[in-house]
C-alpha cells in the first residue's frame, strides 16, 4: 500500500457509504482544525432521503465528524451510526 498523503481537496466529490453499504451522501467539502492540522469533518451534500428526511430540510447538508471514517478510498465508508437516525417505523406510529 502507498503511504504518499494526498491532498485534502481529493475527498470532495467522493460518495460517503456506511460500513453495511447504504448511500450516505456525497462529499461537498471538508471542515479542518487549523491548529491541529487535522480534518475534523465532512460536509456531505446529495444526502439519502431515507435516511435525513426527518431530520434535515431537503437541500440542505450535514456534517459529520471525520472520526465516523472507517476507510477513505474510490469511495468513503463510515460507520453505521448514521443509519440509527433513522426512526424505526413502530416508533413513529407510536408517537402519533
Not at 475527498?11 to 480534518?39: H, I, K, M, P, Q
Amino acid at each position: 500500500m502507498d503511504d504518499t498523503p494526498e491532498e485534502i481537496t481529493t475527498l470532495v466529490g467522493r460518495e460517503v457509504y456506511s460500513n453495511n453499504g447504504v448511500f450516505v451522501g456525497e462529499v461537498d467539502d471538508v471542515r479542518l482544525d487549523l491548529d491541529a492540522t487535522a480534518v475534523t469533518g465532512l460536509a456531505l451534500g446529495g444526502l439519502n432521503d431515507e435516511l435525513f428526511s426527518s431530520r434535515i430540510e431537503p437541500g440542505r447538508g450535514a456534517i459529520i465528524p471525520y472520526r465516523w471514517v472507517r476507510a477513505v478510498g474510490d469511495v468513503i465508508l463510515i460507520n453505521d451510526v448514521v443509519e440509527r437516525l433513522k426512526e424505526p417505523e413502530g416508533e413513529e406510529e407510536a408517537a402519533v
